[in-house]
């Protein structure tokens, strides 16, 4: 069976209190988000999440046979990020990496890629979601826009922190929501989406993951771009299922929240906690299933690495325009010898 | 055949903001001044060598001086050597005229710094990895400062000190780009720029040129005044990278230099009665102290604040108030040196006079890319 | 790992890969080159070293004035890099600071080294190591040290 050897969440120091936010363009709205730094990027994200999946792994990069990388923020078309997380970490030669993009849904797109990699060849591999959401000043996002990464290995290790039972797909083709590169997203009817989206999907896809598990599921991560949507779809799962996220401390990260709330309920649960892990967006939903093992070499607090929790507990909050200049790309003017 | 090389006269103009004037006037003007101090024909001006980095990108190549002066069909060669470029065209006019290929060598130095408002800061942009993106002057030398206050309890006021004296000293010279006074408390309060120096610890940015003929003995008895003779020379460079904890708080390149050219010369350094040291920063001349055997390696600090420095001091350090107060102008900061250290020579410093000085040194460092003191040069000169 | 310029060394800038030198233990970063350039061996026999991510301050300085691509105050140090095996020197690197406040530099403190954007080449970024205190030395002094369970909060 497929396991998750390791996971691990990156979030950025710097945080933007919501109230300043609603202090600019009235509003009230509680929470904090996370801006990235001005040289932090959906890449230098990846990498710093990527090391601690490994890390809790106890794998070197060098041991990975393949690299997915998801993004819906990457500022570039072409260049990618797997490659690079993938190097970084010393993955090089026969390593196979993927980039998924083009919908949030792209983070459970990586982790099936992951999923039947492994199944297929026995391999590591080692799967990364990482964004960085832009920000229009006064849109109803703007306070909600965060900034993360996360990341999982995938092996097919029996003592693994995690065992996977099922990637379970429900494609609708509807599309509400949508976004043009470097734009805030258009919600459309969030009645319609509510109705034709979500509330349709994904009961649906949450049960077909959970065919095989053992458990009823007791916590759910669900990565939504608005919090009413996901606790909505989380009171769509049978039984009575804790919903663990970091929204109010991080915000909407795009496919990095599917890896980061993954991270941090595998920190966080009681081994044998049955779970449910949904990323929605354009077209439809997936879900995944799985059962965190007790005393898990992935899960060992010992671990040299910063916790999902830790890091959350650690932040440095930006004033409001700082908010804005930190996502903006940096003009460099320097001269440049080539 | 070797024979000793001898400084026949110098030309030094006011450094400053010299917004008026361009590269060439301020390169002719340093000319005309050697002319007016010492009574040669062109003719019998027998080579050149010209110091400058050319920031202002005017003046590459001999044929900006021979442009400049009117010396046609002479050799002249241009040096670039960083902050040593000035005191190493001195030191290449020296080898000539000793080795007898040349009787009577010029050595023009000059740098337009003010032509652009940003001066060097634009260098922190420089897109390279590691090798000093995002580090200014300040900061490579200011880093010696935190680190020496840190190992030998060097104080804060006492860096001040090497501004509050070289200011004191530039009030009084005719030639200082800044010409003003400045209290420990003043340094202490100026504009933070790289933490621990702020504004008064930092060389202004100027312009200036300036000039020196170096000749034969018997030029020299027919032209100055007082013989006064290059005693020894020394040059040396250290790459950029060489990480020896010596480097984090000194400048190997100015210990190895100045031990060539004290022995060179057969001086010590407890020979040395005045100096024009490289103080492009306050730390720079604190830790040059210690460099040039001045004092212990550490008592920098006390070696200034206790007034050993001073013009009555033990070593008269910068009385044309240093690169902090009469400017820096790259090029023409070593051969203005030269130039100064020969006026205290030969009596005519005027207000900052040095009594009975017989040894005169002058030093400059240059950095590379990150800061290890990657080239020094030390000229020591004595009146005979 | 992007322009040639910045792909010739990308192993030392993306993996803190580094060289000894096997006449005076010095450590090369980033370049390696055939010479030392401490000892001046020429050619150096080089042996490649891995170097940590987690390094001591030897010197800095909090820059106030710099190009306006850069964000200010920039604090930059002297770091060194020890290396992974703990074995022989360490590399001792220009480094600069990120999400640091000046404040919290000293001689002798430990950082560790942060993948970052450097800069771009044309429009492609450049990517190496910056440095900054370890983040869980940071946990509680600013946020509120909860960690978060709960789905409260919606809007």
Redesign the interface.
Known sequence: MVSIAGAGGYVPRYRIEREEIARQHGGAASGETAVAARDETPVTMAVEAAGTALARADLRGTELDAVFAASVTDPLAEHGIAAHVAYRHGAEGDVRTGDFRGSPRAATDAFAAGRHFVAATGGTALVVGADQMPVEPGHDDEPYSGAAAGAVVLDDADDAAAAVHDVAANTTGFVERHREHGEPAEAGDRRVAAEMGFGGVVPDAAERALAEAPDAPDAAVVAAPDQRTAAGAVSEIPGEVEHVSTFDRVGYAGTATFFLDLAHLLETAAGGTTAIAVAYGAGGADAVALTVRDEAPGRDEAADVTTVAEQLASAEYVTYAEHLRYRERPEYEGVTAE | MTRDAYVLGRGMIDFGERYEDSFDDLLEEAYLALLDDVNVGSDEIDAAWYGTLDVADEGMSGAAVAHATGLFETPITQVVNACATGSDAVRNAVLAVESGQVDCALVIGAEKMRDTA?GL??L????R????????M??FF??????HM?EYGTTREQIAEVSVKNHRHGSMYPHAHYKFECSVDDVLSS???????NLYDCCPVTDGAAAVLIGTEDLAREHAPELVRVAGTGLSSD??????DAS?THFPATRDASSRAYEASGYGPEDVDVAEVHDCFSITELVTYEDLGFCEVGDGGRFVAEGRADLDGEVAVNPSGGLLAKGHPIGATGVAQVAEIYEQLIGQAGDVQVDGVEVGLQHNIGVGR??TGSVSCVNVLERV | MSGIRYSRDRRQHDRLVAFECQDCGWVSYPEQRRTCKRCGAAPAEFEEVQLAERGEVQTYVVQSRLPEEFETPQPVAVVDLPQVDGEGEPARVYGLLTETDGDDLEVGREVVARYRELFTAGDRPVHSFKFAPPRAESIGTDGDGAGDRGGEGER
């Open positions: 940003e800061i634009s922190a942009a420089e897109k990895v590691w090798r000093g993106r995002g580090v200014t300040p900061a200011g880093m010696r400062a935190t680190r840190e504009t933070t720029i790289s933490e621990p120096l790459s950029f990278v060489r990480g020896n984090l990150n800061a």
